[in-house]
């Protein structure tokens, strides 16, 4: 299969038109959205549904979010609509965030991976509302990406991944985010299943106490199904291992650095993924500055391109940890994740040295 690119910021009418098409015959296109590209599909068709599953290499037990383009499209695909969702969706609709409620007998199964919830959002990015609009459909999507990789922020990582799988990739440019959208659950307390830039401070202010899935900041328990994207064990992972190393500052500096050297004499290539605050101490290694743990938005928004682009150039990463406060909680769940939650306690670490 030849996969087509179309730039949607000079041909957008031309590309959603192609894609809109594409989606009600049943097939995939790659399209971009505020958080990550997705790879869609005719949400209400499970033959097609099962196509995204195939191109990823994506086990079938984990469940997609359907995306619409107007918010009176979620009457149809849940059961009904909760009194709370309601502030929620005029808050943050459009946006980067998903909601999960029961769903309605139009939803095939194939989307929830068997369960009786759907997740659903809508986008804010202009190229996929139109798609969405012009196909008539829901569309479901996860990121477009081989299933473990990190997701894609831009066409040309779509590309690296889906070329020959699918027909069609619609580039929008960077993703304004950069890691995937909140997953907040309605079904009994509201509990996010998965923190992005709506963060639970956030959504707190808007309806009051929210929880947090345990499975945010740890491994899903043996027996736990995945009632959200992004809750599997190992995720976003790239070709390079990832160690993330926790503590102060100071002390994660030091303990990455004494690592740094130690695998270097093991014969690995090494490279170092620092924020601003201790991009300094790492003179002489190879680092690379992803952003500011101040304003952990921009570690967020260059994680998965830098997991993609150094974890092809070395051995092993390693990723400074920080707090989980605010958007920090995203960018920690994402890490960790890549990092099959392998991680280091910096103080313990230095204080065998």
Same mark, same amino acid.
């Given at each position: 299969?030849?996969?087509?690119?179309?730039?949607?910021?000079?041909?957008?009418?031309?590309?959603?038109?192609?894609?809109?098409?594409?989606?009600? &015959? %049943?097939?995939?296109?790659?399209?971009?959205?505020?958080?990550?590209?997705?790879?869609?599909?005719?949400? /209400?068709?499970?033959?097609?549904?099962?196509?995204?599953?195939?191109?990823?290499?994506?086990? &079938?037990?984990?469940?997609?979010?359907?995306?619409?383009?107007?918010?009176?499209?979620?009457?149809?695909?849940?059961?009904? @609509?909760? $009194?709370?969702?309601f502030p929620l969706i005029e808050t943050f609709w459009?946006?980067?965030?998903?909601?999960?409620?029961?769903?309605?007998?139009?939803?095939?199964?194939?989307?929830? #991976?068997?369960?009786?919830?759907?997740?659903?959002?809508?986008?804010?990015?202009?190229?996929?509302?139109?798609?969405?609009?012009?196909? =008539?459909?829901?569309? #479901?999507?996860?990121?477009? &990406?081989?299933?473990?990789?990190?997701? *894609?922020? &831009?066409?040309?990582? @779509?590309? #690296?991944?889906?070329?020959?799988?699918?027909?069609?990739?619609?580039?929008?440019?960077?993703?304004?985010?950069?890691? $995937?959208?909140?997953?907040?659950?309605?079904?009994?307390?509201?509990?996010?299943?998965?923190?992005?830039? @709506?963060?639970?401070?956030?959504?707190?202010?808007?309806?009051? *106490? @929210?929880?947090?899935?345990?499975?945010? /900041?740890?491994?899903? =328990?043996?027996?736990?199904?995945?009632?959200?994207?992004?809750?599997?064990?190992?995720?976003? #992972?790239?070709?390079? $291992?990832?160690?993330?190393?926790?503590?102060?500052?100071?002390?994660?500096?030091?303990?990455?650095?004494?690592?740094?050297?130690?695998? /270097?004499?093991?014969? !690995?290539?090494?490279?170092?993924?620092?924020?601003?605050?201790?991009?300094?101490?790492?003179? =002489?290694?190879?680092?690379?500055?992803?952003?500011?743990?101040?304003?952990?938005?921009?570690?967020?928004?260059?994680?998965?391109?830098?997991?993609?682009?150094? %974890?092809?150039?070395?051995?092993?990463?390693?990723a400074e940890g920080i707090d989980t406060n605010e958007? %920090?909680?995203?960018?920690?769940?994402?890490?960790?994740?890549?990092?099959?939650?392998?991680?280091?306690?910096?103080?313990?670490?230095?204080? !065998? !040295?």
């Open positions: 299969m030849k996969t087509v690119m179309i730039s949607t910021v000079t041909q957008e009418e031309a590309g959603t038109t192609l894609g809109a098409g594409l989606i009600r &015959n %049943g097939e995939l296109v790659a399209f971009p959205t505020e958080t990550v590209y997705g790879l869609g599909a005719n949400g /209400l068709d499970g033959e097609a549904v099962n196509r995204i599953f195939e191109a990823k290499g994506r086990p &079938n037990d984990n469940p997609l979010i359907l995306h619409i383009a107007r918010k009176s499209d979620l009457k149809k695909l849940w059961a009904h @609509v909760p $009194e709370r969702a459009p946006g980067p965030l998903t909601l999960i409620f029961h769903k309605s007998d139009i939803v095939p199964y194939e989307v929830t #991976a068997g369960l009786e919830t759907v997740a659903v959002r809508m986008p804010s990015d202009r190229t996929a509302r139109a798609l969405i609009r012009k196909a =008539g459909v829901p569309i #479901a999507a996860p990121s477009a &990406n081989r299933s473990g990789r990190p997701s *894609p922020t &831009n066409a040309q990582h @779509v590309f #690296a991944d889906m070329d020959g799988l699918i027909p069609l990739i619609l580039d929008g440019g960077d993703c304004r985010y950069g890691v $995937e959208s909140t997953v907040l659950s309605l079904v009994g307390e509201p509990t996010v299943l998965r923190p992005g830039a @709506v963060t639970r401070e956030m959504l707190e202010t808007v309806i009051g *106490p @929210v929880k947090l899935a345990p499975s945010i /900041l740890k491994p899903l =328990g043996e027996r736990e199904k995945a009632a959200s994207p992004g809750m599997k064990y190992k995720h976003y #992972a790239p070709d390079a $291992e990832v160690i993330v190393v926790d503590g102060s500052p100071e002390e994660t500096a030091k303990c990455i650095v004494s690592l740094y050297y130690d695998y /270097l004499e093991q014969g !690995k290539t090494v490279e170092v993924l620092s924020t601003k605050q201790t991009h300094f101490r790492y003179r =002489g290694l190879n680092a690379t500055e992803i952003g500011d743990r101040v304003h952990p938005e921009t570690l967020c928004a260059n994680l998965f391109r830098e997991l993609r682009e150094i %974890g092809s150039a070395c051995d092993l990463i390693l958007e %920090g909680l995203a960018y920690m769940n994402r890490l960790l994740r890549a990092a099959g939650f392998h991680r280091i306690d910096a103080s313990r670490e230095n204080s !065998k !040295k």
